[in-house]
């Protein structure tokens, strides 16, 4: 089988019903999350209280096979394809929450979401991604890694300082780019693997940057899910940035290829313009349900409200 016929046989299906069991996983912590103390960013004394909940140990079991779906799809496919394959677990994470909760998904937030996959759809056609980067390229990391720090330090401050829905978006976009340097890191470690066994990952610093970053990622999910009133605008800035993080490392770090002629970046553009537009839209809505929820619970009857 081509390479080609590879990446379409067993990257692209792993990489979605990898996206399917994250959006399972995503729904149950965010109910699960509401149910204990709420504890300092980053601090990890709420695992210890999730790891009683056993729907939790159930969620993080789905996350364990998303993950290998990952790895395999990385270990065949393009980083800068299988990474936006799975911003669809918004789709599946919302559809996922309204039936546990055993209500309907709000338009407006689904019509948010659907414009954060479209725009990474988009993007993703244009882009036309190729190339098997599975290790560095000689290129310096540095300039890359400080501006992606500082988005991390930048949003978790945003995060502390603003509240209601808009500081939650903070930490989901610090969440997403944990998420896209570790994916960026998983792709290197699969490729070590595939090369040199089984012991080749432990030779090298990438899979113990995973062990340290991934788990961060991680504890930042479920503060952030814990935090917002509503899953899917924090699920879908996370699930749009991890991406495009992982798209830049995959070009600047590991050598792989994007089309960038003028008129396909133009084209790039107007998708990142259209991924922006469907996050503006999940934040204002998801405020709007938030303060209405919120009402809706001082007034004593939860049964009108609407979950996003």
Not at 30 to 55: C, G, Y
Not at 59 to 66: A, H, K, M, P
Request: charged share 10%; glycine share 12%.
């Amino acid at each position: 089988m081509s390479s080609h016929g590879t990446v379409f046989v067993i990257a692209v299906p792993a990489a979605v019903v990898g996206a399917a069991s994250f959006g399972l996983a995503s729904a149950i912590q965010h109910r699960v999350t509401k149910q204990v103390p709420k504890v300092r960013t980053l601090s990890p004394r709420m695992l210890f209280d999730l790891i009683r909940k056993p729907i939790w140990v159930l969620s993080i079991l789905t996350v364990i096979v998303g993950l290998s779906l990952q790895v395999v799809a990385l270990a065949f496919g393009p980083l800068v394809l299988v990474q936006p394959l799975l911003v669809t677990s918004v789709l599946f994470g919302a559809g996922f929450a309204a039936w546990l909760a055993h209500r309907k998904m709000d338009l407006v937030l689904a019509l948010g979401g659907l414009a954060c996959v479209g725009g990474l759809s988009a993007f993703l056609v244009l882009a036309r991604p190729s190339g098997q980067g599975t290790e560095f390229t000689g290129a310096s990391i540095l300039p890359l890694a400080l501006a992606l720090g500082l988005l991390v330090v930048v949003s978790l401050l945003g995060a502390r300082l603003v509240p209601g829905e808009a500081g939650v978006i903070g930490m989901a976009v610090a969440t997403g780019v944990l998420y896209g340097v570790t994916a960026g890191l998983i792709k290197v470690v699969a490729g070590q693997f595939r090369s040199g066994g089984l012991a080749e990952p432990f030779l090298h610093w990438s899979l113990y940057a995973v062990c340290v970053i991934g788990p961060m990622g991680f504890l930042l999910s479920q503060q952030t899910f814990q935090r917002g009133r509503l899953m899917s605008p924090a699920l879908a800035v996370i699930t749009t940035v991890d991406p495009l993080v992982a798209a830049a490392i995959g070009v600047n770090w590991l050598g792989e290829r994007i089309e960038s002629s003028p008129a396909i970046l133009s084209g790039e553009m107007i998708a990142v313009v259209v991924i922006i537009g469907g996050i503006v839209v999940l934040t204002r809505r998801g405020e709007q349900l938030r303060r209405a929820m919120e009402q809706t619970d001082r007034d004593g009857d939860s049964a009108d409200s609407t979950w996003g």
